[in-house]
């Protein structure tokens, strides 16, 4: 999968696909990422991609021509096959794990790093086939939004968390081993029965004790089943504390009816 990232600062992304996933991506042949600096696309002596706002108003706007002639650029370079072409911005759709299956079942997705108080209209309008939010705050530009993007992206390849099953597979059946509702998978373009809608239980490793703070004896038992149930219990009590709207998204079977009533009634868990 080819990510071009289109950027005004180029070198912001020098290290960051250099380790991890990122470099195990690319080191598989899975990723490839080319960086395009904005600057190349203007004809001005001061190679500007920004200006004011008309209508007034504080801070500057990315300019609609260097980013058309970018991203026609990448189309020319690509014998006219179409694209995603995403635009990093607070106003965008808000990136979850279902957007990131959706990007990884492309060949080529090319991402417009915004900056500065926004990017003229006319390039959402006309340009850009998808626009990301990766949360509810600001950022000073996409750039940080953009790695976010890809990183999240690129574990879902085939082959490069060290498993070859197909990245659907692999993301839908994490150990918290939640079923969403069947009218949550349908409204999921693309996805399969079966989903993930809880919070994960809580991990440890050695050693069981340190510093006073111990493993829970249930993990050091042997006993698959009470792990199961335990590990379950947590998800469903950690879902529904910090998280408690994506409980209405999961299937619940009558044990975690009875994890969830203990909850409400503040019984310890
Ligand atoms: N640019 C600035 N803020 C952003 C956000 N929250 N998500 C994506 N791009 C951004």
Known sequence: MTFDIITIFPSFFASVFE??????????????????????????????????????????????????????????GSGAKAFPVVLLSPQGRLFRQEVAEELAGHDRVAMICGRYEGVDERVAQALVTDEISIGDYVLAGGELAAAVVIESVARLLPGVLGNEESPRQESFSLPSGADLKPEAVAAIPGAPPGGRGLLDFPQYTRPPEYRGLTVPEVLLSGNHEEIRRWRRRESIAKTWRRRPELLQQVVLDQDDLEVLEDLQRGEPD
């Open 19 to 76: 380790h991890g996933v990122f470099k195990r991506a690319r080191a598989v042949g899975q990723l490839e990422i080319r960086v395009h600096d904005l600057r190349d696309f203007t004809d001005d002596r001061h190679r500007t991609v920004d200006d004011r706002p008309f209508g007034g108003g504080p801070g500057m706007v990315l300019k609609p021509e260097p980013l058309f002639l970018a991203v026609e650029d990448l189309n020319a």
